[in-house]
T-cell receptor, first 116, second 108 residues
Framework: ETGVTQTPRHLVMGMTNKKSLKCEQHLGHNAMYWYKQSAKKPLELMFVYSLEERVENNSVPSRFSPECPNSSHLFLHLHTLQPEDSALYLC???????????????FGPGTRLTVL | SQELEQSPQSLIVQEGKNLTINCTSSKTLYGLYWYKQKYGEGLIFLMMLQKGGEEKSHEKITAKLDEKKQQSSLHITASQPSHAGIYLCGAGRYKLSFGAGTTVTVRA
């Protein structure tokens, strides 16, 4: 496997379910990101992990819980979601930011989540 | 937060014709990224621009950054069906903000 992979690719869940999204990067990066892409809205940054420490959560509801056990893996734990949480969830990775440095983010294929 | 406005929202171009997409930022641009997305899929990195006046090209795609105008443009020469998709601009140091995207349709 190369690049950034995400599983599952599609997920349908009820509002009372608990599920997790998984992301894995094979690029040797040490920063990982979760984004949400809803219909007719710009891509929104949810969480950033840099060197396995969460550095930004962007006021995301607590029903979304990220976990980054190491620099290659990122999870998004979901519980008691709402129908409006239905969206494409994208994971990305990059080299860690450094003062004055810019590094492109590489994205996975996304998980299409439907909350019933 | 940084807001990015893309124009046009969508466009249809005849195969072989050129097209241009613009991205305007509400704040100073420290880095500007162009991505391409096929509907419902992940983003494919195209180019990153860092300095005012910088211009980069890859195959038939050219991107420019006008730092003073806080704008970037993406130009495709002699469009092909493979150029169809959604083009997104993103900006920021690591907390990227994205534009709403421009949907490109290439007609044979």
């Amino acid at each position: 496997e190369t690049g950034v992979t995400q599983t599952p690719r599609h997920l349908v869940m009820g509002m009372t379910n608990k599920k997790s999204l998984k992301c894995e990067q094979h690029l040797g990066h040490n920063a990982m990101y979760w984004y949400k892409q809803s219909a007719k809205k710009p891509l929104e940054l949810m969480f950033v992990y840099s060197l396995e420490e969460r550095v930004e959560n962007n006021s995301v509801p607590s029903r979304f819980s990220p976990e980054c056990p190491n620099s290659s893996h990122l999870f998004l734990h979901l519980h008691t979601l709402q129908p409006e949480d239905s969206a494409l969830y994208l994971c990305a990775s990059s080299q860690d930011r450094k003062a004055g440095g810019l590094y492109e983010q590489f994205f996975g294929p996304g998980t299409r989540l439907t909350v019933l | 937060s940084q807001e990015l406005e893309q124009s046009p929202q969508s466009l249809i171009v005849q195969e072989g014709k050129n097209l241009t997409i613009n991205c305007t930022s509400s704040k100073t641009l420290y880095g500007l990224y162009w991505y391409k997305q096929k509907y419902g899929e992940g983003l494919i990195f195209l180019m990153m621009l860092q300095k005012g006046g910088e211009e980069k090209s890859h195959e038939k795609i050219t991107a420019k950054l006008d730092e003073k105008k806080q704008q970037s443009s993406l130009h495709i020469t002699a469009s092909q069906p493979s150029h169809a998709g959604i083009y997104l601009c993103g900006a920021g140091r690591y907390k990227l903000s994205f534009g709403a995207g421009t949907t490109v349709t290439v007609r044979a």
